[in-house]
């Protein structure tokens, strides 16, 4: 059974926003923050399936999330790895609601706030368990 998350709006986001800044003060993630997690994302079949549950094993995962900056330019986007093929990395952008992964169409069409790659890749930030990476621009082309 589907449990309806918010819809995207502003105050959506800003919910989840303040979640991300109570997570990084508190440096921990509790059963309280899943909650509100699952509210805001929703629930879509059982509860091993939901984008917060996706996205709380990929943290679990080591180097499932690692944020790319270009050397000059300063941009910046998040490899996060698929669930279930080791090998399998997708590009994230949190701050423009983008993931090249399979959901994320799901995610448009639905009006979710996010998938579960760009929710782990907010978490790690928030949590401040990121591996980080500087490229040179160039390099940086190849990871977009």
């Not at 979640?19 to 509860?47: H, K, R």
């Not at 943290?59 to 279930?84: C, G, H, N, P, Q």
């Not at 990121?130 to 990871?143: A, G, P, Q, T, Y």
């Amino acid at each position: 059974m589907s449990q309806p998350h918010l819809p995207y709006t502003p105050r959506a986001v800003d919910a989840l926003q303040a979640l991300l800044n109570s997570v990084a003060e508190a440096g921990e993630f509790t059963d309280d923050y899943i909650m509100v997690l699952t509210t805001l994302c929703g629930q879509f079949g059982d509860l091993e399936n939901t984008v917060v549950m996706g996205a709380l094993r990929l943290l679990d995962m080591s180097d499932s999330v690692e944020k790319i900056t270009a050397e000059r330019s300063r941009r910046y986007l998040y490899k996060v790895r698929d669930i279930e093929m080791e090998n399998m990395f997708y590009v994230c952008r949190p701050s423009q609601r983008y993931c090249s992964c399979g959901k994320f169409l799901q995610v448009l069409s639905s009006d979710a706030i996010v998938c579960e790659h760009v929710l782990a890749a907010q978490l790690t930030g928030a949590l401040g368990a990121l591996k980080e990476s500087v490229v040179s621009d160039k390099d940086f082309l190849e990871h977009s």
